[in-house]
T-cell receptor, first 111, second 116 residues
Framework: LAKTTQPISMDSYEGQEVNITCSHN???????ITWYQQFPSQGPRFIIQ???TKVTNEVASLFIPADRKSSTLSLPRVSLSDTAVYYC????????????FGTGTRLTVIP | NAGVTQTPKFQVLKTGQSMTLQCAQD?????MSWYRQDPGMGLRLIHY???????DQGEVPNGYNVSRSTTEDFPLRLLSAAPSQTSVYFC???????????????FGPGTRLTVL
């Protein structure tokens, strides 16, 4: 199972774009990259998922280079409400049991 | 839809007591999982189920039992509570993504358990 490495914490000012990078050097051919967001005292919430190149939705963008050994979650113009822990997961489609949450990146948005 | 619900929200136990954490989902999802989250840590998988009558162990199964008699419910039982089981417990459900890729997991609000 692919392991992931993320920065432990990041600070950003309101209105800035935030990029959180995740390393997954041992990613397998069938693995996808998924990001979850967790607010204090809540369960994680799905943000975005991708396999290669770029994926964009109403919340974020996910950039995946050709070698897929890393990925970058991009949050445009963050607000105070984006303060949360962000988890990068790598796994394939076989069930819900093979996605491992690491310690995540604690993003703090500063006014 | 209520999504994934968990009860109770908070619980305090004494060492050696047993209890059941309840989890229910109304999305007709096949897969359900239990995670624990310790302070400052990520989530660790305890047990999971890929359908009614089928369960399997995750990363940290010791001290916990599960059963899945219906699609909707997936209770987690602590047989003899220990202080090391003090944690926040999250239940999640998901369905296979027809378009490929891992399932999107939907998490409940969590149960905060303290074992004295």
């Amino acid at each position: 199972l692919a392991k992931t490495t993320q920065p432990i914490s990041m600070d950003s000012y309101e209105g800035q774009e935030v990029n959180i990078t995740c390393s997954h050097n041992n990613i397998a051919t069938n693995d996808y990259i998924t990001w979850y967001q967790q607010f204090p005292s809540q369960g994680p919430r799905f943000i975005i998922q991708g396999y290669k190149t770029k994926v964009t939705n109403e919340v974020a963008s996910l950039f995946i280079p050709a070698d897929r050994k890393s990925s970058t979650l991009s949050l445009p113009r963050v607000s105070l409400s984006d303060t949360a822990v962000y988890y990068c997961l790598v796994g394939d489609r076989v069930g819900a049991n093979n996605l491992f949450f690491g310690t995540g990146t604690r993003l703090t948005v500063i006014p | 839809n209520a999504g994934v619900t968990q009860t109770p929200k908070f619980q305090v136990l004494k060492t050696g007591q047993s209890m059941t954490l309840q989890c229910a989902q109304d999305m007709n999802h096949e897969y359900m999982s239990w995670y624990r989250q310790d302070p400052g840590m990520g989530l660790r998988l305890i047990h999971y189920s890929v359908g009614a009558g089928i369960t399997d162990q995750g990363e940290v199964p010791n001290g916990y039992n599960v059963s899945r008699s219906t699609t909707e419910d997936f209770p987690l039982r602590l047989l003899s509570a220990a202080p090391s089981q003090t944690s926040v417990y999250f239940c999640a459900s998901s369905s296979p993504e027809l378009a490929g890729g891992p399932d999107t997991q939907y998490f409940g609000p969590g149960t905060r358990l303290t074992v004295l």
